[in-house]
């Protein structure tokens, strides 16, 4: 693969992570993160909370159908 394109997939596949966590929960830096702390990553993580909130403010609400494998679960039974 071209690693331009595994780039891609990996930050794409971080994003999702970003947003699993947000839903649970999570704060940026929280240590149960596996989202790699780094300036840019935090920068898109905050993007992402605040379009959290505002989707939270207009009466929507973010959901993940998804397994990862290291949720326990009780972290499982907050994803609809």
Do not use: F
């Not at 992570?17 to 929280?30: A, H, I, K, V």
């Not at 605040?50 to 998804?66: L, M, T």
């Amino acid at each position: 693969m071209v690693k331009g394109v595994v780039d891609v997939m990996n930050k794409a596949e971080e994003t999702i992570r970003m947003s699993l966590e947000l839903c649970l929960g999570y704060e940026w830096g929280d240590p149960r993160s596996l989202v790699e702390q780094t300036d840019e990553n935090k920068e898109l993580w905050e993007m992402m909370a605040d379009h959290h909130r505002q989707a939270a403010e207009k009466g929507y609400e973010i959901v993940h159908v998804s397994e990862w494998s290291e949720l326990t679960d009780a972290d499982k039974n907050n994803i609809y």
